[in-house]
Every structure is written in structure tokens, then in C-alpha cells.
Nanobody, 120 residues
Framework: QVQLVESGGGLVQPGGSLRLSCAAS????????MAWYRQAPRKERELVAGITGGGSTNYADSVKGRFTISRDNAKNTVYLQMNSLGPEDTAVYYCNAQILTTGRGLGNYWGQGTQVTVSS
């Protein structure tokens, strides 16, 4: 089995910063792409940022220049540094990873989500 555990969410004032972390554990052979999604109330889940196994990144237009995705392959962890946060960034943030496991092949996995609230 594989688990993705997120941390780092919380309440922050507009203009502030947060760093999200997502650690994968379990029967992992290798991790391919990793990504962060978010879902605001009454909205569809959307891709925020993604990073390939080789380190190439992509971002939603709404977060370019403010958010940075990175990964530590030795720790099976992906990060999302979020700066200049605004109320529009309020959402539940989900970690996603494509993981090759020992015995089950390639699978798509999700974390449980972490709430980010931007408010004064």
C-alpha cells in the first residue's frame, strides 16, 4: 500500500506565505510525476503545479511567480512554497503522485488534503 501524507496548511493573512509538504510511504519502487491540486468551495478541483521525475515543472497561470513546486526524491516528498497568498488561494490542497509500486505497477495516488485559508 502507498500513503501520501500532507502537512503545512493553516490560516495565513493576505500577503503571507505557507509551505506545504507531502510525503509518500509504502511499497514504493519509484515515483514519477508529482503534483498539487486544490479545490475551493463550490469549485472543481484544479491543478496548481506539477513536477516530473526529471524536475520539469508547470504551473497554473493563477499561481505563476508566486508558488514554487519542488521535490526531494531521497525523501519521497514534494513541496509547495506559496508566497503572496490571497483570499483566492483559499482551498483544500491535495497532493497527487504517480507511483510505481513493488507488485502492483503504476498507480495514481492522492493525499487526504490540507486546508489553506487566507484571511485577515
Amino acid at each position: 500500500q502507498v500513503q501520501l501524507v500532507e502537512s503545512g496548511g493553516g490560516l495565513v493573512q493576505p500577503g503571507g506565505s505557507l509551505r506545504l509538504s507531502c510525503a509518500a510511504s509504502g511499497s514504493i519502487f519509484s515515483i514519477k510525476a508529482m503534483a498539487w491540486y486544490r479545490q475551493a468551495p463550490r469549485k472543481e478541483r484544479e491543478l496548481v503545479a506539477g513536477i516530473t521525475g526529471g524536475g520539469s515543472t508547470n504551473y497554473a497561470d493563477s499561481v505563476k511567480g508566486r508558488f514554487t513546486i519542488s521535490r526531494d526524491n531521497a525523501k519521497n516528498t514534494v513541496y509547495l512554497q506559496m508566497n503572496s497568498l490571497g483570499p483566492e488561494d483559499t482551498a483544500v490542497y491535495y497532493c497527487n503522485a504517480q507511483i510505481l509500486t513493488t507488485g502492483r505497477g503504476l498507480g495514481n495516488y492522492w493525499g487526504q488534503g490540507t486546508q489553506v485559508t487566507v484571511s485577515s
